[in-house]
């Protein structure tokens, strides 16, 4: 199974508010820029309970119809939204990746600071997509967190929007094996 | 007098390893990518002790003939390297920049996070040309910091490399003053 991610961030490298606010997005998020197609091309999204509970605060569901994994220790804590398709699930990426290849996933949408970080760190990401709006905030929920090695990554491609934002694609380089 | 940034980070915001290594750039700084355009239109680079002392530690010394001021309570610890025209100056962003004006100096390159992150947050930079590198380093010694307010940018260009580097130019829109 494939994992990716597919963020924005501010310049410097917050994904929200240190309340989860996405008000400093361009307004109706700027121009498409790849979302619809990337949300086309994976089968799983996997969030931790933190950014689902912030998600569903803020009254989004970027998720559509797709089957939504809630990364918990506490399942009986989900109550999806309409039209939403939620299960938690609890476990380390590796355990979690494992059990939803066995499902026949083939490709997750990990989204959410604390569960990236923790998919990038045991090696579990492929690719990643960011896209830099022109601000910083300051303060906020990073994007990245600390590693226990490098991770290289390879360019593929940057693009930039009138509204000022730009978005590169990465590949995660193998050999960045998790300790 | 304008002051401007031009500066390499980490895809997850570090302009250093927490020992201030530099070993993670590519090779030989990657290709040309304007440092030398850009240190010709400045007439004096303003840094901090800490990344004065980092950069003299690594051996390197990227300011030419320019006249660079170490921001440094303690004047006397400064000890310029051959060649170098260094000296020390103590005060705030506001404070430096007016005495650097009075001087007659009409353009800055504003270097080291702690001093780039004290002259953004008082509003004293207009311009920074980023350029990513394509590496996660977990830790390290970051290019922003905590601002007290949004500081919104416009974008004025990217372009990618084949080593995989993106950079990026900003302008710092006015609106933003300090608190």
Same sequence: chains 1, 2.
Avoid at 89 to 115: C, I, K, M, Q, W
Wanted: hydrophobic share 40%; glycine share 14%; proline share 8%.
């Amino acid at each position: 199974m494939r994992a990716s991610v597919f963020i924005a961030t501010s310049l410097d490298g917050f994904i929200a508010r240190p309340d989860g606010g996405l008000d400093w997005l361009p307004q109706g998020g700027g121009e498409p820029h790849g979302f619809e197609e990337f949300i086309a091309s994976v089968d799983v999204v996997v969030i931790g309970r933190k950014t689902y509970e912030t998600v569903l605060g803020f009254g989004g569901w970027f998720y559509g119809a797709k089957p939504v994994v809630v990364l918990s220790s506490r399942p009986q804590a989900i109550a999806p939204p309409a039209g939403a398709v939620c299960e938690a699930l609890s476990g380390t990426p590796a355990e979690v990746v494992a059990r939803l290849e066995l499902r026949g996933f083939t490709h997750a949408y990990v989204d959410g600071g604390v569960t990236i970080q923790g998919f990038l760190e045991a090696g579990l990401i492929q690719s990643l997509v960011i896209t830099r709006i022109p601000i910083l905030l300051g303060q906020g929920i990073p994007l990245f967190g600390a590693t226990t090695r490098d991770i290289r990554l390879r360019h593929v491609s940057t693009r930039d929007f009138p509204s000022g934002m730009v978005q590169s694609s990465y590949q995660v380089l193998p050999g960045n094996p998790a300790p």
